[in-house]
């Protein structure tokens, strides 16, 4: 998968170069993310930006921590032939002061809640979810803790 990131409102760091390796694990723990056509988009913003972005394209006045827009369904990204020109998988949003308050609280380093944070949203992208059950969630937060894990970030989801 090819990443198309920008970088505002965020502090220093090499944001780029983090989005490119929660990326290249999330396509190791989900197989249809490594497809060679696909692009994503990843926006590292102000809480007002995805704040806006929530309201105008979900309909939730409130911020968030992520917001995740897939282009295509779960159903055409299994079908996506190999050849081909590139196919737009969706778009990414991280809201920075929410993500490093939600790092702070938790006592880990930005980049890892930054990583798990992009990893959530690519699942998305890819179709999975973790609203309807909670067997859905369970097997998303599985997912998500075993590319971490190949990024050297521990569960995020554990005690």
């Not at 806006?52 to 827009?69: C, H, M, Q, Y």
Request: glycine share 8%.
């Amino acid at each position: 998968m090819q990443l198309d990131c920008d970088v505002e409102h965020w502090p220093d760091g090499n944001w780029e170069a983090l989005a490119e390796r929660a990326a290249r694990a999330a396509g190791e723990g989900e197989p249809l993310l490594a497809h060679p056509r696909l692009i994503a988009s990843i926006l590292f913003t102000s809480d007002a930006e995805v704040h806006s972005l929530n309201r105008e394209w979900r309909a939730r006045d409130k911020p968030t921590n992520v917001l995740s827009f897939p282009m295509l369904e779960r159903g055409e990204l299994q079908g996506l032939a190999p050849d081909g020109p590139p196919v737009m998988l969706g778009d990414i949003a991280l809201a920075h002061a929410t993500c490093a308050r939600e790092a702070a609280d938790k006592g880990v380093p930005l980049d890892h809640h930054a990583a798990h944070l992009i990893v959530h949203g690519l699942l998305h992208l890819a179709g999975h979810d973790h609203v309807e059950s909670d067997a859905q969630a369970d097997e998303m937060e599985a997912i998500e803790t075993a590319i971490l894990a190949k990024l050297g970030i521990n569960d995020p989801y554990g005690a």
